[in-house]
């Protein structure tokens, strides 16, 4: 039973001949795209190309260079019905930049393709770039990389990512390519590739998980959102509205200027300003003098006299002094010569 599950290595689908279908389609299909004129020059010189790989199935295609569209249908002799479908990818991937000799391989059994839409995914026109280029890579080695992990063929134009290749891969490209648009490196994809490709080669994993192995990456937001400096606290609700504000009539009412005469009303607010300049000049009169104001002194600190209670020794130093009068400078004394000149002459005797 596991061999029956298993499919051997280096097996292939049966090709779809005439034989399957000798009757051919009952009805005529025909599908038709649009070119941007950048590629009018290039699809001109190749089309005989195409029209030749095409006519190998029996697919009939037509370039129109007024309208700018392609067009290709099915004929009288086309037997395959996938037939068309293949030749309408080919017509796509032509239009969306890919060179003839990589969007010809479309016809093949094997071989499918993906054209993945990014112009959408992001809003800002700036970021978009960043990240369609980081998808490239310094000098194309990241899509380099990921073409040789996936076994496709990528090729990144304008608002779409058009991808050529096996099915698995296929699934890979678009997994990648909508993960760099949502800002995730793609670094990080391709690793986790690499190392499904290494555990592929081992028989033992292939009916095991392979979590513990690929690496597990978190996204870490480095940027913190900033706390506004005036925090707007909302009071609570009450139904009754905030008291009027009194009127300067009111206040004067209030006060009892109201009932004053002209004359004393001036005198009042004379005396105000006038107590109010006294005391601005006695504010800057406080911040001159300050200046004059002397800075406080450290206390001096008395150091302790050393301690007599040791008492010098007078007779022991006079002694000293005396014995080292009587000798002298750079010679022995007497006792130690005599003693050194009876050694040597024993010394002599022995000798002879």
């Known amino acids: 039973e596991s061999e029956l599950l298993t499919v051997p290595d280096g097996w292939k689908e049966p090709a779809f001949t005439r034989e399957d279908n000798p009757k051919g389609l009952l009805e005529e299909s025909s599908f038709a795209t649009l070119f941007p004129k950048y590629r009018e020059a290039y699809l001109k010189e190749c089309w005989p190309l195409v029209q030749k790989a095409l006519g190998e199935h029996y697919v009939n295609a037509a ?15 086309t037997f395959d019905p996938y037939a068309i479908i293949r030749a309408r990818d080919l017509i796509k991937l032509l239009a969306r930049s890919v060179p003839f000799e990589q969007a010809v391989r479309i016809l093949q059994d094997d071989v499918a393709c993906d054209i993945i839409k990014i112009g959408s995914l992001v809003r800002k026109r700036e970021t978009f770039i960043k990240r369609r280029a980081r998808l490239l890579g310094p000098k194309g080695s990241t899509l380099k990389a990921l073409e040789l992990l996936t076994n496709c063929y990528i090729m990144v134009q304008g608002n779409t990512v058009s991808a050529l290749g096996p099915f698995s891969g296929l699934k890979e490209v678009r997994k990648v390519v909508l993960d760099t648009m949502k800002n995730i490196h793609p670094i990080y994809n391709i690793k986790t590739l690499m190392i499904k490709r290494e555990l592929a080669k081992d028989p033992e994993l292939r009916t095991q998980s392979w979590e513990r192995f690929l690496p597990k990456f978190k996204r870490k937001n480095l940027k913190k959102r900033k706390e506004p400096k005036k925090k707007n606290t909302k009071k609570e609700y009450t139904p009754f509205p905030p008291p009027q504000p009194e009127s300067q009539i009111d206040k004067e009412l209030a006060s009892g200027e109201y009932f004053l005469k002209e004359r004393q009303k001036k005198r009042k607010q004379m005396e105000e300003i006038k107590a109010k300049q006294a005391d601005a000049i006695k504010k800057r009169q406080e911040e001159r003098n300050k200046a004059f104001i002397p800075p406080k ?12 209670e040791k008492k010098i020794d007078i007779e022991a130093i006079k002694e000293k002094v005396k014995n080292a009068k009587k000798k002298k400078l750079g010679a022995l004394p007497e006792e130690e010569v005599k003693l050194k000149m009876a050694a040597d002459e024993k010394k002599k005797k022995k000798k002879k």
Request: glycine fraction near 4%; proline fraction near 4%; hydrophobic fraction near 30%.
């Open 297 to 308: 002194e450290k206390p001096v600190v008395k150091t302790k006299k050393a301690s007599t």
């Open 63 to 77: 370039l129109d260079l007024i309208e700018g569209s392609m067009t290709v249908t099915t004929t009288k002799k």
